[in-house]
């Protein structure tokens, strides 16, 4: 089972120095990460954000660390899904 501490390790020190292969190896180790999640949506997005909240601790700012942090809060929103309509929108006055 890969943990959040493991899915961090296994990007971090290449998304710290900026390596060529830092994105290739944190959407590597996230999709691992996430494979170990039951495929519910809402435990999905509650790993996503547990996840990133975990890497946003390390305070990596490298290029390569931006793009991990932004792949990971573009996989935030998807799982999130489109955005429900406010309540009421659709009752007629």
Do not use: W
Request: glycine fraction near 4%; include cysteine; aromatic fraction near 4%.
């Amino acid at each position: 089972m890969t943990s959040i501490p493991d899915c961090l390790a296994a990007f971090s020190v290449a998304a710290m120095t900026n390596t060529h292969d830092a994105e290739e190896r944190g959407r590597a180790a996230i999709d691992a990460y996430l494979l170990c999640v039951p495929n519910d949506p809402l435990r999905r997005l509650a790993a996503l954000h547990e996840l990133l909240a975990a890497y946003v601790e390390l305070a990596l700012d490298s290029t390569a660390a931006m793009a991990i942090r932004a792949d990971l809060e573009n996989r935030i929103v998807e799982a999130a899904g489109p955005p429900k309509e406010q309540l009421g929108s659709d009752q007629h006055a």
